[in-house]
């Protein structure tokens, strides 16, 4: 649900951009004032790396714009308990097939009280190499309450449970379509 008034806002403001760009001008095209192209979207696809660098990016929740379920699944009872994954493009548009994930996969995933009401903290995976080395090449990070648990890369309390997934250390993955 939330995907799709998403999708509508943003065509919404597009739609208003071209009325009013076209209200403006006398037919003649200035690019100028155009903004470059899909660089904001680009930075938003992956997240930066580093406790306070990912802390402030969670805080603009710029992963909401990816493939994201809709509501906090409370049916998992495994470590993570009621959580709610998004998934990146990379991940997003490749969920056919069982290839390794590329470069820059990655999720993240809101933690939940045991309500699924209040977010408690975020757990993030990213790919950081082609070849995973059963986990040492992903960046793992996760905080709850506040508490951080981890933040690097070889983070083996995540990466040997991930290890064991079935596709290249992710579980859940969410679909573009
Ligand atoms: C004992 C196994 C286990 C451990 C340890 C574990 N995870 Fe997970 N993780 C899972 C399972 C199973 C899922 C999918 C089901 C779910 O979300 O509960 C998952 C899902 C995720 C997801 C969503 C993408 C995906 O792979 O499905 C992220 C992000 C994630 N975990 C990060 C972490 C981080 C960071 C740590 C280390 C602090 C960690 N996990 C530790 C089992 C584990």
């Known amino acids: 649900m939330r995907k799709y008034a998403r999708m509508w806002l943003i065509i919404t403001i597009g739609v208003a951009l071209v009325a009013c ?4 001008d006398n037919g003649i095209t200035d690019d100028t004032n155009q903004p470059p192209s899909d660089g904001e979207q680009l930075s938003d696809e992956v ?3 580093g406790e306070q660098a990912i802390d402030e990016w969670l805080a603009t929740e710029a992963y909401l714009d990816w493939a994201c379920e809709l ?6 009872e495994g470590v993570h308990g009621v959580n709610l994954v998004c998934s990146n493009n990379a ?11 590329p470069i820059g996969a990655a999720a993240v995933k809101e933690l939940y009280d045991s309500d699924g009401l209040d977010i408690i903290g975020y ?11 059963g986990g040492s090449n992903w960046y793992w990070y996760e905080k709850i309450d506040g508490n951080l648990i981890v933040d690097g890369l070889d983070e083996r309390l995540c990466a040997d449970c991930h ?3 079935s596709r290249d ?3 859940v993955t969410v679909s573009a379509n």
């Open 71 to 76: 509501e906090p699944n409370t049916t998992r």
């Open 21 to 24: 760009d076209n209200s403006d």
């Open 169 to 171: 250390l992710m579980y």
């Open 91 to 101: 991940v997003a548009n490749n969920t056919e097939g069982d290839d390794p994930w």
């Open 163 to 165: 290890e064991m997934a």
């Open 47 to 49: 997240p930066p790396q």
């Open 123 to 133: 757990a993030v995976s990213i790919k950081t190499e082609m070849d995973s080395a």
